[in-house]
């Protein structure tokens, strides 16, 4: 029975992703205006983020009204339900602002406190509407990229893997995560840094690449990617088998993750 609720919920996640995306996509061939600037120069708000996630919330508030809502640009609100929608509205903001297809819409529906430590995600969807790419997950259903299943790689050593990673914002933080990548690149086949945390989760479901690791985080980046991921195959976690979230996110199949992880421990500072 709770399998049906939680294809329902993939199901509005989607729906809901492929609007979003559509008006995302819309707002960016009319021009990106920037409305304002956060915790950065590079770190922006775009008016599309804004109008993406208002959407998203009016929506979501009209199909299931009680429901909690987490988003990037709002902020939490707690529901009735035990379900929270957990959204980003654009995740890969600059790759949206300068044009590049590398760009989502991440909903997810997770049940128990809106926090990645102790919440349980149910489904999830995340929409590139520059890409034509819908990667979705409904808990123990499994996970697909346009309607067709996915499956991570096999890929057992780090060795000849295609690892991707991402930076913070915050230039103190870069320098120690350079330190990481210094030495993974002795290692890996080669590295991949695409901008979007959900985008590059995602393609660890599906093969794309082999393993994939970012510091620093938000709940709405992996939120519903991670589901995702896992639904795929992939072991997604933080440190010491924690739950992802701002120290650690990372996703690879099982044999790779450990190996993954101690190399990213053994040179990160941000335990
Ligand atoms: C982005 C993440 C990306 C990370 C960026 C930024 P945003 O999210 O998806 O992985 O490296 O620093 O946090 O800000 O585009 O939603």
Redesign the pocket.
Known sequence: MAEVANDQLRRIAVDIARQAGELAARRRSEGVHIAGSKSSLV?IVTLADQETEAFIRSALADVRPGDGFYG?ESGAEVGTTGVTWVV?P???????LYGLPD?NVSIAAVEGDPTPETWTALAGAVVAPALGEVYSAALGEGATLNGDPIRVTEHPELTGALIAT????DAAKRRRQALVLAELLLEARDIR????????LCRVAAGKLDGYF?Q???P??HAAAALIAREAGARVTGFDNTPPGRLLTLAANPRLAPLLEAIVAEHSTEM
């Open positions: 770190d990037e980003d654009i995740d890969g903001t600059v790759n949206y760009y991402g930076f913070g914002y840094r695409g901008g979007a945390a959900a985008l590059d970012e620093g985080l938000q709405w980046d």
